[in-house]
Every structure is written in structure tokens, then in C-alpha cells.
């Protein structure tokens, strides 16, 4: 297959072109780098089943030649990036998910939308299934994102039901591995970057909220199943172990053999106190669950942030 990736030079971007790939499809990568790296494609630069094109997903595109699927993963995804760029979020989420359902239309490609737990909110049902409507703020600071992503699984839907398209919708959970920038203010590239460096682990809250962390390679693999296996309705793909904050913290200078010390920060509005995803959907209809555990995933993940030398 001809597969176009939007956002294809992030974090999760760039691992799901490398196993389209490696599956053997030809994948045109586009992304105008407001948060996604060059870097992160570097490697593809002589593939010549990969090619790149620079470009907003928020204005009209056009690809010569067929293309067979559409994987629309442009928008920025860490609190850091969607709260300094809260309009470009909007956009990409509204006006980019319709141009490329419009190019999958026009196409007659598969399409697959990255959409994300944080649609549940702050969850009053846990672990969240995705029969869950969730429970979110729109005017609150995180709403630029939550909502978004609302957005454009409704407009993925209605694609889906008025133009009959064959879509997909995932929903994913905090996930971690190489290619984290180092400063995306998630919590595990923190703890990690700031072990490292000797520096205090700045936990927001008392770290009792909780959070399920799933490592990239298990996260691309239900996606790419999903894409070829799944049906319209949203799936989550997430890893279902649940850890707190703290924990993660613990973890992370027992790892890193670091002597760093936790500090306590004020906890950001609306900070979700729950995440933790139910995968029976995923289980049952893709044959997939995430394989690799915290500690091995952390490692992997350790061993990248040195190898860019953070400390």
C-alpha cells in the first residue's frame, strides 16, 4: 500500500512510518515541524519507499498518484506544546482532520484518526472503556486539546456515516520511548531528563494520581493492527497497568541510580487524577495487549536519553 502519515516527524509519527515500512509500504511523511524533528526521520533519508513532504495538514494538500490510507497523527500532544500553541492545536485538530478526511475521500484511502484518552477527561468511570463520553472542561486551559480531539472524532464519524468512508479512531494513552523530546513536559522524559542531571524530580500534586504508561513499539503495533484490522467504532490502546506518579518517580532514580531528590509543584488545572485504559475492545478484536513492562520500556528509554546526552 501508498500510506500518508500526517505528523510524521513526532514521537509517535515517526515510529508508525518506520513499521509501515518495515512491513514493506511506501509511506509519504508530511509534517511542517511545529513540534515534530527532522531528526526523527533522518534515518529515512535514503529509504526509497519514504517520502517527506513539508507542509501544514491545516491547509489543502494534494498527492499525485493513489494513495490507499490516510494516518492523521499531526498536533501537538504534550500539555507544554498545546498550551504555548493552543490556536495551531485547534486547527490541526478542526480544519487539518478535515482536509485529510478530504484527501482520504478523495483518495478512496482507509483512514485512521490518532485521537486520545484525554477525550475521557477526568474520568468518573475507571479504568475508562470507550463506551465513556467523559467528562471535560471546554473553557478550561486544557480544553484547546481535549476538545480537538472531540472534534475531530465527530468529523471522523460523520465521514464515515454521510460519505461512507472506511475509518478508524484510536484513542491513546501516555505513552513513552525514544524520540521524546527532552523538554516535552511529560512526565516520564521529566523524571528521566532531570535524574540524569542530578536535578530534583518536580512532581505536580502529591503524586497519588495515577497513570498507565505504554511503550512506543507496543502502542505502534495495536495501532498498525488496527488500521488493518479494525472496524469505524474508537479503540483504546494503552498499556492497563496503572502506577501513580510517585511510583513512577521511585522507579525512575532506582533506574537511573540517580541521588536526585522529589519536589512537590502545585498541581496543573484540570490534571486528570485517573487514567487507565480498559482494553477488551483491543483484546477482542485486534488480538493485541502491550508486551513489555514498565521497568524493561524505562530502560530503553534511559538508555535513548543518554545516548543524546541530556546529562
Known amino acids: 500500500m501508498r500510506i500518508l502519515v500526517t505528523g510524521a516527524a513526532g514521537f509517535l509519527g515517526s515510529h508508525l512510518c518506520d513499521q509501515l515500512l518495515a512491513r514493506g509500504h511506501r509511506v509519504i511523511g508530511v509534517d511542517n515541524h511545529i513540534t515534530g524533528s527532522p531528526s526523527n526521520l533522518a534515518h529515512l533519508a535514503h ?74 477527561g477526568d474520568p468518573l468511570v475507571h479504568p475508562q472503556p470507550e463506551s465513556y463520553w467523559g467528562n471535560v472542561n471546554p473553557v478550561g486551559p486544557r480544553g484547546v486539546y481535549d476538545e480537538a480531539k472531540r472534534f475531530a472524532e465527530a468529523m471522523t464519524m460523520a465521514y464515515h456515516r454521510y460519505h461512507q468512508l472506511d475509518t478508524r479512531i484510536v484513542r491513546i494513552f501516555n505513552t513513552y520511548g525514544p524520540r521524546m523530546r527532552p523538554h516535552d513536559g511529560r512526565v516520564v522524559s521529566n523524571f528521566i531528563v532531570q535524574a ?38 474508537p479503540v483504546n490502546i494503552g498499556n492497563p497497568g496503572e502506577f501513580t506518579v510517585r511510583q513512577l518517580a521511585d522507579l525512575v532514580l532506582k533506574l537511573t541510580s540517580s541521588s536526585s531528590k522529589v519536589v512537590e509543584r502545585p498541581l496543573p488545572v484540570d490534571d486528570p487524577r485517573v487514567r487507565q485504559p480498559d482494553i477488551t475492545r483491543a483484546r ?15 530502560r530503553r528509554t534511559i538508555e535513548y536519553f543518554r545516548s543524546i546526552e541530556v546529562a
Request: proline share 5%.
Open 47 to 120: 529509504n526509497s519507499a519514504f517520502q517527506f513532504v513539508h507542509h501544514d495538514i491545516t491547509t489543502f494538500i494534494e498527492i499525485e498518484g493513489p494513495v490507499e490510507g490516510v494516518l492523521h497523527f499531526a498536533s501537538p500532544a504534550s500539555p507544554v506544546d498545546y498550551l504555548e500553541l493552543p490556536i495551531q492545536t485547534l486547527k490541526v485538530g478542526s480544519l487539518g482532520t478535515h482536509k485529510a478526511l478530504g484527501l482520504a475521500r478523495a483518495k478512496g484511502a482507509r483512514f485512521l484518526l490518532a485521537s486520545t484518552s484525554e477525550v475521557y
Open 196 to 233: 540524569l542531571r542530578g536535578e530534583p524530580l518536580t512532581m505536580y500534586g502529591d503524586g497519588s494520581q495515577t497513570r498507565s504508561f505504554c511503550y512506543v513499539d507496543d502502542l505502534i503495533e495495536g495501532i498498525v493492527r488496527l488500521f488493518f484490522e479494525g472496524t469505524a467504532e
Open 284 to 298: 477482542e478484536l485486534l488480538g493485541w495487549e502491550p508486551a513489555i513492562s514498565l521497568s524493561d520500556g524505562l
